[in-house]
């Protein structure tokens, strides 16, 4: 296999699985790695992708396809969270297809990255409920951006045993559109000052921090530290996990972005 055509290196090609009664599953809290297919006919673009994906520490890549074939025997297979898809990939018949695969595969999230600027297909695809659409050409950045934000949101919505407070599902619901957010002003409540002060702080800590901790470490209040935190989460800076260890209620533990 030529150096073109070889697949990135980390392709994980097996599926493993393990499996979990529904109790079991219902408390495992622990950050999962979600699975990622990338459909899309350049190969060039796949090495692209890849690299983003292999640049955070949420996804695994479950497999690379360049036609629609390919991509439905892939998703037949199981075990995808998200497709990466050019919505012109080859044997894809653009947002029809798009349309039908969403029926089959109801628990598969799609994000388009596409050169299509079209009204008609952009509106189609965010109807159908595409988590994001990207322009081609677009940063590794912009992508790397994207999946995280994604990534929180399939954690949120997937992964809370408690009944949602419509302030936590409208963070949930807001995630779809902070890959996108250009970094302004920060809102009434939120000093600059004492922001770029935590960016500072929690960036020199390694491992994970929970709000109460990192308060106690600077010298404010567990509820100013969560609000602060919460907004780089809103923002996209930020991501967050949940520490299974404790006792009680899991507890969330914060990370700035790379």
Known sequence: MSPETAPPPFLERRNDVIREGPEQARR????EILSCAIADTSLALQRKYALALSRTSHFRLRETVTTGSELEKCLERG????????????????????????VRYPRVDWMIL??????????????????????????????????????????GLTRRANPWRQKDLDMITSLRGSSTRVLEDPP????????????????????AISASAFGESIGISRSTARRYLEYLVETGEAT?????SSVGRPVKLYRLLE
């Open 28 to 31: 495992s809290l622990s950050p």
């Open 79 to 102: 075990d995808v969270h998200l497709v990466l898809l050019d919505i012109y990939l080859r044997g894809w018949d653009g947002v029809d297809s798009l349309r039908k695969a969403r």
């Open 114 to 155: 596409s050169g299509d600027d079209d009204p008609d297909v952009v509106r189609g695809c965010i109807c159908l409920g595409v988590f994001d659409y990207l322009i081609k050409p677009f940063s590794v950045e912009r992508l790397e951006r994207a999946l995280n934000a994604y990534f929180q949101y399939h954690q």
């Open 188 to 207: 009434k409540g939120i000093q600059r000052k004492l922001l770029e002060h935590i960016r500072i702080c929690i960036k020199s800590n390694r491992e």
């Open 240 to 244: 967050f996990e949940y520490d299974i």
